[in-house]
């Protein structure tokens, strides 16, 4: 079984606006997202999905493949289903953007579980 990592990175958020950028000692957020997940071994890819151009235009600086959806979306579960087909795995874990303290070796357990 092949899997990848999802992580939607939504800007607009309710009580924090531009949270997935705020800034974690000198990088974004959603930086620390994608180097914790990036760290896992059972994965293929990692991708970012947004509704936003900023964050879709910086992703690939990180070294993150980015798909950008519509912003009508209600949860970063639905905005990753709207873009599933273009995801090439098996599995699809979805880490959330606002998770800056993701381990791969979590990941890698989750995988390894479901596998």
């Given amino acids: 079984m092949s899997a990848v990592v999802a992580i939607p990175a939504r800007m607009q958020s309710t009580r924090f606006p531009g949270k997935v950028l705020a800034d974690i000692n000198g990088k974004p957020m959603l930086w620390h997202v994608f ?6 071994r059972r994965i293929s890819d990692v991708w970012i999905i947004t509704d936003s151009q900023e964050v ?4 690939p600086s990180w070294g993150a493949k980015a798909l950008i959806t519509e912003e009508h979306w209600p949860s970063g579960t639905a905005r990753i289903a ?14 959330q953007g606002d998770e800056p303290l993701i381990t791969g070796d979590v990941i890698d ?3 390894e579980n479901l596998e």
Avoid: P, T
């Fill in 109 to 111: 357990s989750l995988i």
């Fill in 35 to 40: 180097q914790g997940a990036s760290q896992a």
């Fill in 56 to 59: 879709f235009d910086q992703a």
């Fill in 82 to 95: 709207s873009v599933a087909d273009k995801l090439e795995g098996d599995i699809v874990v979805n880490v």
